[in-house]
Each structure stands twice: as structure tokens, then as C-alpha cells.
């Protein structure tokens, strides 16, 4: 059954970014390894850079709505 669903998210636009690493390489860049962490754009292009992205899902309530519609 193929049927079409009409609906829009509204909500933060954050994401996770699943990216294969070491623990060496998370202090490096200064993460915290035992919590969440909000990065800003200078941190998300040098990783990005550096390192291939693995998985990329949503992140947050609406994300998980979103993905539970589907």
C-alpha cells in the first residue's frame, strides 16, 4: 500500500552525526564523552572535514515524530 501523507515538521533543526572515532580523538577536539554536545559551525566544519560522517539521523522530539509517520 502506497499512500501519500501530507505533513510538515516544525522544530530545531538538529541532527546527529554518528561518526566512527576513538576516545583519543574526542578529547582532542575537546568533547565531552559522557554527555550531549552542542557544537558550533567552526567545531561542525573542521569534523566534517576530518572525518567521514557515518550515519546522519534526527535529532530531538520532532526528528523522532517524524521518523515514527513514516
Not at 510538515?8 to 554536545?37: L, T, Y
Not at 573542521?46 to 520532532?62: F, P, R, V
Request: glycine share 12%; proline share 1%.
Amino acid at each position: 500500500m502506497n499512500q501519500r501523507l501530507d505533513v510538515v515538521g516544525i522544530g530545531n533543526a538538529m541532527v546527529d552525526a554518528i561518526i566512527p572515532s576513538s576516545k583519543e580523538e574526542v578529547e582532542k577536539h575537546k568533547i565531552n564523552r559522557d554527555s550531549m554536545n552542542l557544537i558550533d559551525e567552526l567545531l561542525k566544519n573542521k569534523l566534517n572535514q576530518d572525518y567521514e560522517i557515518g550515519e546522519i539521523i534526527g535529532g530531538g522530539s520532532l526528528g523522532n515524530s517524524m521518523f515514527g509517520i513514516i
